[in-house]
């Protein structure tokens, strides 16, 4: 019962985490007024948003990654700092105690 709790929690982080990047993406991919620089890219101060010239997405960590034109890249805020650590938790926590179920199983009698 552990197991699945830490697992359902895992994966209901990592689904939070992954809104936030998608939310990012339909900023970033907004035309019209006010959508050049990046909207998600904003964050970083203005001589280094003058630089941005694309985006990427990693889904393991999740995160949204601003390009610049030194083909350099920096991590926005866009998915909360607990995300990752939090998920990565409660999925070794979800192994661990699947580990632990299937060896208290009752021995077979000889």
Do not use: K
């Amino acid at each position: 019962m552990a197991a699945l709790l830490a697992c359902s929690g895992a994966v209901a982080l990592y689904v939070w985490g992954m809104l936030h990047v998608l939310w990012a993406v339909l900023e970033a991919e907004d035309g019209g007024t006010g959508s050049s620089p990046l909207r998600p890219c904003r964050e970083a101060g203005e001589q280094i948003v003058s630089q941005v010239i694309g985006y990427d997405v990693d889904f393991v960590p999740l995160r949204f990654e601003c390009q610049l034109t030194d083909g350099t890249t920096y991590t926005t805020s866009t998915v909360p700092g607990y995300v990752t650590p939090a998920t990565a938790l409660l999925g070794l926590t979800a192994v661990v105690c699947r580990i632990q179920h299937a060896n208290r199983r009752t021995p077979t009698p000889t």
